[in-house]
C-alpha cells in the first residue's frame, strides 16, 4: 500500500512509502530506495518532472517482488519474499521508503529556491518516522533492520542513528543497519579534480543540509561540518550496529567519482565517465573482463581506488567497533545485493546473504561480538577478476 508523509512545515508535496505488512509479525526491514542526487537548483527543477523528484506519479501499490520504477530489480535479494532465497528476512513486514529528494533526505531547508522547488528531504524522513510509529506501530517491534541501496544507502549511514531514536524502540528491540553500495569516497578524480566533492558540497549548500547530517559527525568535524555529508566520515561516527556491503570497485564510483571531468568552474554540469582518455575505461561493464576496455596504466589508476575504498573503511574505529562488520567485494557492480547476486557473490566460502545473516543473528541475541569482516583480493593488472562469483 502507499502512504504518504508529510513534510513537517511547509506547503511542500508529500513524500512517499509503501508498506507491506504480514499478520502478526513484529519484525521489520526498512529499505530506503537510491537515484543519484541533484547537485544544483537547475538539476533538481530537472528531477521533479520524474518519479525521483515528485511522488505525483506514484503508483497506490505494487507487488513486493515485482520490478518498477526506474530501478529493474526495485525489490529483490535483501528485500525478497522469497524465502529460498531470503530466509532471514523474507517473512518481515517491509518498508519501502521512496526517494523524492535528491539528497539522500538531508535537506531542510526554511525557504523555497528557486524554480520554485522543496529541499525538505529530511524533513520529510522525521515525517516518515512519525507515520511509522504511530500508523504502523513499528515502536513495538521486536527488531527492525535498516538498508537501501546507492543514495539510499548513503542514507543508512548519514541517518542510521537518527531513525533508530525516531522510531522510539523498546531497549529490547534489536536494530542494525546494512547499507548497500552506499560508502561513497570523498576524493578526487584521476587528474586529481575534486570534482564529486565540489557537486556533494555544492548540495550540502543548496538544501542546507547541516540539518541532516549525524549529530556525532558533525560534533567530531566542527570545522568541516559539510564533510559529513561523505559516508567515509560520517561512517566513523555510528552509533548503531551496523555491516557494509560494497564492492571496492563499485560501478557507479569508477564513472561517476574517479571517471568525472571538470574543473571549480564547470563541476555543476560533470558527467560520469567523462574524464578525457577513459571514457571508454570507466563505464559500467557488468562482469566483462576490464582488460578489454582499460590500458594497463588506466588499471592502476582503478586499482588505486580499491587501495583507497580499503584504507578509508577499515579504520580501528569502524571494524573495531563490537558488532560491526562488512562484505567487501571485487565485483565491478553496484547493490548487488538487490539481484540474484544476494545470494551467489562468495567470500572465503561464505555468500553475502549468509554473511549478512551470521552478523544479524549476532545483533539480534544481544551479546558483544567482534567486527564480521568479509574481504575480497584487489584486481590485478591484467584486468581480469579473480573472483568467479562476480556475475550479476
Not at 504502523?136 to 538498508?147: D, F, K, N, Q, Y
Not at 558483544?368 to 583480493?377: F, I, K, N, P, R
Amino acid at each position: 500500500m502507499l502512504a504518504n508523509a508529510a513534510p513537517t512545515r511547509g506547503p511542500a508535496a508529500p513524500g512517499a512509502y509503501y508498506v507491506y505488512r504480514q499478520e502478526e509479525v513484529d519484525q521489520w526491514l526498512i529499505y530506503i530506495e537510491g537515484g543519484a542526487w541533484c547537485f544544483t537548483a537547475e538539476g533538481c527543477a530537472g528531477r521533479a518532472k520524474t518519479g525521483l523528484g515528485s511522488s505525483t506519479s506514484y503508483p497506490k501499490s505494487f507487488p513486493r517482488d515485482q520490478g518498477h520504477g526506474h530501478n529493474p530489480v526495485l525489490l529483490g535479494g535483501i528485500t525478497s519474499a522469497n524465502c529460498t532465497k531470503n530466509p532471514t528476512f523474507c517473512r518481515h513486514n517491509v518498508v519501502f521508503v521512496k526517494y523524492c529528494d535528491g539528497t539522500s533526505f538531508t535537506g531542510s531547508a526554511d525557504n523555497v529556491g528557486s524554480y520554485g522547488l522543496h529541499y525538505r528531504g529530511f524533513d520529510i524522513l522525521s515525517a516518515i518516522l512519525t507515520d511509522l510509529t504511530t500508523k504502523h506501530g513499528i515502536h513495538a517491534a521486536s527488531e527492525v533492520i535498516l538498508t537501501g541501496g546507492s543514495a539510499g544507502g548513503m542514507s543508512v549511514f548519514l541517518h542510521a542513528d537518527f531513525i533508530r531514536a525516531g522510531l522510539g524502540l523498546r531497549s529490547s528491540a534489536a536494530f542494525g543497519a546494512v547499507p548497500l553500495s552506499g560508502f561513497f569516497l570523498d576524493r578526487v578524480n584521476v587528474y586529481g579534480e575534486p570534482v564529486f566533492q565540489m557537486q556533494a558540497r555544492g548540495m550540502y549548500q543548496l538544501a542546507n543540509s547541516s540539518a541532516g547530517l549525524p549529530r556525532n559527525c558533525v560534533s567530531e568535524r566542527p570545522l568541516d561540518v559539510a564533510s559529513c555529508i561523505f559516508p567515509e566520515h560520517a561512517y566513523n561516527s555510528i552509533d548503531s550496529p551496523i555491516f557494509v556491503v560494497d564492492s571496492t570497485l563499485d560501478a557507479y564510483q569508477i564513472p561517476c567519482i574517479l571517471g568525472r571531468n571538470g574543473t571549480a568552474q564547470t563541476w555543476a554540469n560533470s558527467t560520469c565517465g567523462s574524464a578525457a582518455d577513459y571514457q571508454n575505461c570507466t563505464k559500467i561493464w557488468g562482469d566483462r573482463p576490464l582488460n578489454a576496455h582499460c590500458s594497463r596504466d588506466q588499471m592502476y589508476t582503478l586499482i588505486e581506488y580499491q587501495g583507497s575504498f580499503m584504507r578509508k573503511i577499515s579504520t580501528k574505529r569502524t571494524f573495531g567497533k563490537l558488532n560491526t562488520g562488512a562484505f567487501l567485494y571485487q565485483c565491478f557492480t553496484h547493490v548487488a545485493a538487490n539481484y540474484p547476486s544476494w545470494n551467489q557473490f562468495i567470500l572465503e566460502g561464505v555468500s553475502m546473504q549468509q554473511a549478512v545473516t551470521k552478523w544479524w543473528n549476532g545483533v539480534r541475541d544481544g551479546g558483544d561480538h567482534e567486527a564480521l569482516v568479509y574481504t575480497d583480493e584487489i584486481w590485478g593488472l591484467d584486468g581480469v577478476a579473480t573472483n568467479p562469483t562476480c556475475t550479476y
